[in-house]
């Protein structure tokens, strides 16, 4: 069973930079899209990017345009959110999620369009 796995969360100041990283042991990378998800205590999980199979894709919600990167390096089957600018209100647990399907990618962002996810990193950005 396809498992993502994050890593690159942490305590950051508000203003800084993180960048996470999703990979899927035992699978090639290529062949799925990639979701990033949040989840901050209390609120729903939203979509916060994701991109295609085929790279031709990448969405990002609009709280998060312009501060934040969706990229993949399939030679290091890893796929990366680059988040800058980072507020107080970027705080949560983030998901990568993977699905085989380079449709899986929409503005939307849908949860419903990924099966696989990962356990999740905590970001915390605070002073």
């Known amino acids: 069973q396809l498992q993502p796995v994050e890593s690159g969360g942490g305590l950051v100041q508000p203003g800084g930079s993180l960048r996470l990283s999703c990979s899927v042991p035992?699978?090639?990378?290529?062949?799925?899209?990639i979701g990033w998800f949040r989840q901050a205590p209390g609120k729903e999980r939203e979509g916060v990017s994701c991109i295609s199979s085929s790279s031709s894709r990448k969405h990002y919600a609009d709280s998060v345009k312009g501060r934040f990167t969706i990229s993949r390096d399939n030679a290091k089957n890893t796929v990366y959110l680059q988040m800058n600018s980072l507020k107080p209100e970027d705080a949560a647990i983030y998901y990568c999620?993977?699905?085989?399907?380079?449709?899986?990618?929409?503005?939307?962002?849908?949860?419903?369009?990924?099966?696989?996810w990962g356990q999740g990193t905590q970001v915390t950005v605070s002073s």
């Open positions: 035992g699978s090639t990378l290529a062949y799925y899209s």
């Open positions: 999620a993977a699905e085989a399907s380079d449709y899986s990618c929409s503005d939307y962002i849908l949860i419903a369009a990924f099966n696989s």
